[in-house]
């Protein structure tokens, strides 16, 4: 009954509209747009060059370079130089502790309980310091405090100075000394517990010996540790390899630092049943001189 009746409602809200607007469509409000498909689209070109481009055309992107393309001279020598480098780190991290907190034995006690006699070589010798668990903390926490203002302080400035790779090569000769020389502590802490008091100057000379090698050690890791990610990151030949690079260089480094503290380990041992504690430091210099050979045949990439 009410379908063709009137809406005086609608007719005055009409009226209403007519006054403030004159009939026009109000701004802002909706107007149905063309159905015609007819329309034709302006062309969009590009303003560094001449090519044109229809709508809803995507740009063709270069094509991903291949995994064979990719591993060219440089970059084969710059992830060797990232295995070896994390390999001898690795191996001297299990080492260092070993030699910490193993006892200190003389060169009596080692020729009555083992099937090598003693010698006077300087070379052969056996044991380690024969810290405390509490005195391996503080040894081990020196390299925090030593290490922290030198990487803040030190390392920016003279690696802006001398260069990525210069400076790498420049400190991998600390670790290096540290490697050959850290095992000839023992002989020092053999002194030091053969002397009747136990604040001897052996003591002393023991610990002052130690805090200059793991200073120097820790010296010599705040410019190769960044320098080795620094050559991985700019040896990069395609932006879009940079994550397969850095995903294989890390894989790398993972599995060496796996291999290290097994090889360390079965090597001290080794070393230890054949009198020459200090064979396995000896082994990671070698392995630190090698990386270190690698390096003058790396070319560094510019950022």
């Known amino acids: 009954m009410l379908q063709n009746r009137k809406d005086w409602g609608r007719r005055l809200s009409a009226s209403i509209k007519n006054q403030f607007w004159g009939g026009q469509t109000p701004r802002g409000q909706y107007s149905q747009l063309p159905t015609s498909e007819g329309i034709e689209l302006p062309e969009i070109r590009d303003p560094e060059s001449s090519t044109l481009y229809e709508p809803n055309q995507k740009p063709e992107l270069p094509p991903k370079p291949s995994l064979r393309s990719m591993l060219t001279r440089n970059i084969v020598l710059i992830l060797s130089q990232h295995w070896l480098q994390a390999l001898h780190t690795s ?43 509490h005195a391996v903390g503080l040894a081990t ?49 053999q002194s030091s517990s053969s002397s009747s008091s136990t604040t001897s100057s052996s003591s002393v000379l023991l610990w002052v010996a130690l805090i200059t090698a793991l200073g120097t050690q820790v010296l010599a890791r705040a410019f190769v540790g960044p320098a080795t990610v620094v050559l991985v990151n700019n ?59 690698v390096l003058w045949w790396v070319v560094e990439e510019e950022d």
């Open 91 to 133: 191996t001297y991290n299990t080492l260092l502790i070993l030699l910490l907190s193993s006892p200190v034995v003389t060169r009596s006690s080692s020729s009555s309980s083992t099937n090598h006699p003693s010698s006077s070589s300087p070379l052969l010798f056996t044991g380690g310091l024969g810290l405390t668990p």
């Open 141 to 189: 926490a020196s390299i925090g405090i030593i290490g922290l203002p030198i990487q803040i302080l030190l390392y920016p400035p003279l690696s802006a100075a001398l260069g990525t790779l210069r400076s790498y090569r420049l400190f991998l000769w600390p670790s290096i000394l540290v490697y050959t020389t850290l095992p000839f502590l023992t002989l020092i802490a």
């Open 235 to 293: 040896c990069t030949p395609h932006p879009q390899l940079l994550a397969t690079v850095h995903g294989l260089a890390q894989s790398i480094s993972s599995a060496a630092r796996m291999v290290g503290p097994v090889l360390g380990g079965s090597a001290l041992a080794w070393a230890e049943e054949r009198g020459c504690a200090g064979a396995p430091f000896w082994g990671i210099a070698g392995l630190a001189v090698v990386n270190w050979g």
